[in-house]
């Protein structure tokens, strides 16, 4: 009995890894635009079909595609943003604009998806021959295990980006203030557009891990969501909590998945994460984002 | 082809309704809820739940059906709406999938995926056509009244309304169970309309359909998001467009729209009834 909890717990760790490594891109731009970015969900998309094709058609090895792939994310994160954001940003728009620009941009990619691969489901080629370490009676999947590692290596890197180069010194000043920004000679939208190429690179990575470990279909990328979830939870914009929060609403997920089943369980993470934000809205990280007057 | 018509006429007042419906609440007050279809889904299945199984007559149903949308209404929008405005527009996303996800679990009241049937027909051509017309007036008189100028003063500024003795937070609330309870009542209508509910009808891209009319047309003009719904919704039907190449079309105009048009088509533009305006003018002269 003991036993089959801990699996369960194993169980929600992995799946949480999968939503962490969305989160750190979700909170990245969040982090420095402060509009919460759904096209993340069709970058995702768009990555896990190029992932389907570097390693299922043209059989590359599997760390030569995950590098392609995130090649193609940054190119879509760049294109992403001169079609969404550029003109809003020169136009100093609200945020909400920011907001439903993104959202029609994550629609927009995920149908035209639909439009030439059709709903049917593809499957990428395993990365690893023997997918199972077996601990006793304890089942681990190597690809969790890579997951989890790529994500924390991925986090330290930008990490270290942000807080220790000097790309990252004007990353987070653009996040302060824009304009003040530019006025010292940083240059904006420079500074936006290598963010959102990092950001699309992280949505690259986590396509085409999303597409080995599920099966890649055009609304993959609504998973995007849970990553929202997740950095609600660590609290937004901040790196470490949303991996944290990833983590605990990984294994929240599965245990209310064998409690409850496998239907009702969005449910109840909505009522869960409503009960959070009403108790907790700054998140476990306690990183508060409000509105500037 | 005169059926054809009749149900094109319908279906589109239905949706107006819905589109007007969130125009107080993104257009006017500048909340983005993207689970308003959600609303719909418990207006028509509450109603159509109430008709099928325990045979409640029509007017009962309706009111019941709006009611309990108001109910859920005041409890999403208790946590979310002291938060930032990414917060609520974020749950309401999940308001979507929840509903959805209880109606596919509890299948033996809802009739889960396989659908709700043998609702009787209770939604008439003239009730959905005058429904669509008194709705459109009321949102036009809120946009004009007291209320209507304390929300858009919100959606400028939160914290200056806040410092002229606004009560944001109780007025949002109010809005937002306003605006819930007119998506109930497209519901209830929708469902006496169909006869038959499936979960899969009230699905995210509704929600996202709607306020895509609502930027199209402008989101401060109600005459715009009429006029836009009413394009968006019989031009691809006339076209015949597969759903997906009607939503990359829809997105495509967004994105244009937002890129070179911020204010959408119509702007700050309304329409005027003549005669009411110069009942203004001379109150004030």
Redesign the interface.
């Known amino acids: 009995m003991v036993l089959f909890y801990v699996q369960q717990l194993i169980n929600g760790v992995s799946r949480g890894a999968v939503y962490a490594l969305i989160a750190v891109g979700f909170a990245l731009i969040f982090s420095v635009l402060k509009?919460?970015n759904f096209a993340h969900g069709g970058l995702i998309s768009v990555a896990a079909y190029a992932g389907y094709y570097f390693s299922t058609k043209f059989d590359f090895p599997p760390v030569i595609a995950i590098l392609c792939t995130a090649l193609i994310g940054a190119v879509m994160g760049i294109i992403l943003n001169y079609?969404?954001f550029y003109?809003?940003q020169r136009?100093n728009?609200p945020?909400?604009?920011y907001?439903?620009?993104s959202?029609?941009?994550g629609?927009?990619f995920m149908?035209?998806l639909?439009?030439m691969f059709g709903t049917t489901f593809y499957a990428i080629k395993p990365f690893f021959k023997n997918n199972i370490i077996k601990i006793g009676n304890l089942i681990i999947l190597k690809m969790d295990i890579m997951i989890l590692a790529l994500t924390f290596v991925l986090l330290a890197a930008l990490m270290l980006l942000i807080n220790r180069t000097k790309m990252g010194l004007a990353l987070r000043m653009v996040s302060i203030d824009k304009d003040t920004a530019m006025l010292m000679g940083v240059n904006s939208s420079v500074v936006i557009t290598v963010t959102f190429s990092i950001a699309g690179a992280l949505a690259g990575i986590s396509g085409i891990l999303l597409g080995a470990n599920f099966t890649i279909d055009p609304f993959l990328g609504n998973m995007v969501?849970k990553g929202?979830?997740a950095s609600?939870i660590g609290g937004?914009g901040s790196l470490p909590g949303a991996i944290i929060g990833a983590i605990l609403l990984g294994v929240m997920e599965v245990i209310f998945t064998v409690l409850v089943?496998d239907?009702?369980?969005?449910?109840i993470?909505?009522?869960m994460?409503?009960?959070f934000?009403?108790i907790r809205?700054q998140g476990i990280s306690g990183h508060f984002?409000?509105?500037k007057? | 082809m005169n059926d054809y018509i009749a149900s094109l006429i319908q279906t589109t007042c239905i949706s107006l309704i819905g589109v007007v419906s969130i125009f107080p609440l993104t257009g006017m007050t500048g909340l983005f809820s993207f689970g308003q279809a959600a609303y719909m889904a418990v207006g028509a299945y509450v109603s159509g739940i109430l008709a099928v199984k325990l045979g409640m007559p029509f007017w009962l149903c309706l009111l019941l059906g709006v009611l309990s949308c108001g109910l859920l209404a005041i409890i999403i929008g208790y946590p979310t709406l002291k938060l930032r405005k990414d917060y609520f527009s974020l749950m309401s996303l999940c308001l979507g999938e929840a509903v959805t996800a209880v109606l596919n679990k509890f299948g033996t009241i809802t009739g889960g995926a396989a659908g709700l049937s043998n609702i009787p027909k209770k939604s008439t051509m003239p009730l959905i056509i005058i429904s669509a017309v008194v709705t459109v007036a009321l949102v036009a008189l809120f946009k004009n009244s007291r209320f209507g100028r304390m929300s858009l003063a919100i959606k400028a500024d939160e914290l200056a309304a806040k410092s002229f003795g606004i009560n944001v937070f109780a007025h949002k609330m109010k809005v937002y169970i306003f605006t819930s309870m007119i998506a109930g009542y497209a519901g209830v209508l929708y469902a006496f309309y169909l006869t038959y509910l499936d979960p899969n009808l009230f699905g995210w891209t509704r929600s996202s359909e709607w306020v895509i009319f609502l930027f199209f047309g402008g989101v401060n003009s109600l005459t715009g998001s009429v006029l836009s719904t009413i394009i968006l919704t019989v031009l691809p039907e006339i076209l015949r467009f597969a759903s997906s190449a009607r939503i990359v079309m829809y997105t495509v105009l967004i994105l244009l729209v937002i890129n070179f048009k911020p204010n959408g088509l119509l702007g700050e533009k309304e329409l005027r009834i003549p005669v009411r305006k110069q009942f203004r003018t001379r109150t004030r002269g």
Do not use: K, M, W, Y
């Open positions: 509009f919460s079609i969404a003109n809003l136009r728009s945020n909400i604009f907001f439903v620009s959202i029609t941009c629609i927009l149908n035209i639909t439009l969501v929202f979830i609600v937004l089943g239907i009702l369980s969005p449910a993470i909505f009522v994460t409503l009960i934000l009403l809205p984002v409000t509105e007057a």
